[in-house]
């Protein structure tokens, strides 16, 4: 390659870039900028970028941001369009920077953002790879939350006990600073999914990381709602059985089985329900209760499994009817499958089991691909 002079550039002038604060934001409208204003003091002396990650606000956050970074090169945007997820939104923030050395902030100043020069610190000029704002140790507190809030928290912290290879008190937080090449090396690793990135990076680290706890209290919303809603525990879960089990069995599959099995309890509730109360003929019952089994699998695959891809209105009657025709040759494989093994005098449940088993994951590939297929 050809040498590129440095001097074109003047960058041997410029103190070089030192840290990056990464901020996902949803709809952040009136935090953006008192944000930006407390991490430009916070931060005074050390090299640093503001790299906001946006979902599609909708409130003008992304017309705010873009007219601060107009002015101030400091302040960069990534824009996501038609992707959610605090997790996958940090990471692209990670992928966007340079800096040695990066962080994660809420956009939302619950995070108290004083702390951001010492975790630079504690990772720039001692050993440490990973410096972490903890609710849970020293003189760090949760604010204002109600009773219910803090065991809700407390129980989900001991769960991430189960996946950690690096004991901490806030495993939840999602405050925290981090080598950059050390990011990096684990990405591939990660899970990506829900919006415990943090957990997600001390779970795909093979060997414990050297880590830092930095106490804080958190801090109560002024303005704007948070984002998270119901589908926080279930995200959560799915992380953790991902870590636990996920290189075996992909989680969706598990999901879509076990909503498959209740499936089949819904079906022998219908079929005894149409055959033995209301009489109607074996067939016809058999083919309702079938139906209706696959309308309660279809809503709750949609609703639950492949909620980030989840079909409505007209998308969801065609949606249906591809599942059904998928399904449909899922019988045919797990009757066929079935039968051969029954045949070859494997006990009746075993064969039957098998067959169940292998309908299955043609159901769950056959699904994914037709009904709700990536776009
Ligand atoms: N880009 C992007 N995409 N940003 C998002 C998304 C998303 O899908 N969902 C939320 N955000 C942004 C919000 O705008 C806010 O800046 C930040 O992520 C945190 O979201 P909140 O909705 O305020 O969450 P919280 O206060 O309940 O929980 C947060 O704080 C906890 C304590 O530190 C989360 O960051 C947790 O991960 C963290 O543990
Ligand atoms: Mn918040």
Not at 165 to 173: A, G, H, I, R
Not at 229 to 235: G, S, Y
Not at 325 to 343: D, I, K, Q, Y
């Amino acid at each position: 390659m050809e040498h590129i002079p440095l001097k074109l550039f003047s960058v041997d002038e410029a103190k070089p870039l030192e840290f990056a604060v990464i901020v996902p934001v949803l709809n952040e409208r009136d935090n953006v900028g008192p944000l930006l204003q407390d991490i430009s003091i916070a931060l005074a002396g050390i090299e640093w970028e503001v790299v906001f990650v946006d979902d599609g606000s909708t409130d003008g956050t992304i017309e705010l941001l873009e007219s601060l970074a107009l002015r101030d090169q400091r302040v960069r945007l990534v824009r996501r369009i038609g992707r959610r997820g605090l997790s996958s939104a940090v990471i692209e923030g990670f992928l966007a920077t340079v800096a040695p050395i990066v962080s994660v902030i809420d956009g939302d100043r619950q995070h108290d953002e004083r702390l951001l020069p010492e975790m630079f610190h504690a990772i720039a000029a001692k050993d440490f790879q990973m410096a972490i704002g903890t609710r849970y140790a020293g003189g760090g507190s949760v604010g204002q939350w109600d009773s219910a809030r803090v065991r809700i928290s407390k129980f989900a912290t001991s769960l991430a006990g189960l996946v950690m290879k690096t004991p901490l008190s806030d495993p939840m937080s999602g405050f925290f600073a981090v080598r950059r090449e050390t990011f990096i090396g684990l990405v591939p690793q990660l899970s990506k999914m829900g919006y415990k990135i943090l957990l997600d990076v001390v779970a795909s680290s093979k060997t414990p990381l050297r880590v830092v706890e930095l106490p804080y209290e958190f801090r109560t919303r002024t303005a704007g709602e948070s984002k998270l809603d119901n589908m926080v525990a279930l995200e959560y879960v799915e992380l953790l059985l991902d870590k636990i089990i996920g290189k075996y069995i992909p989680v969706k599959l598990l999901m879509f089985g076990t909503i498959g099995v209740m499936g089949a309890v819904i079906h022998l509730t219908l079929l005894s329900m149409l055959l033995n109360v209301s009489g109607v003929a074996f067939a016809t019952s058999q083919a309702l209760a079938t139906f209706g089994a696959m309308i309660f699998n279809f809503t709750l695959n949609n609703e639950f499994t492949h909620r980030d891809r989840k079909l409505r209105g007209p998308k969801w009657v065609t949606g249906l009817v591809s599942f059904c025709l998928a399904c449909g040759f899922g019988a045919v494989a797990n009757v066929g499958l079935g039968s051969l093994l029954f045949a070859q005098s494997w006990s009746w449940w075993a064969a039957g089991l098998a067959g169940a088993a292998i309908g299955s994951v043609w159901n769950y590939v056959a699904t994914s691909w037709l009904t709700w297929r990536k776009r």
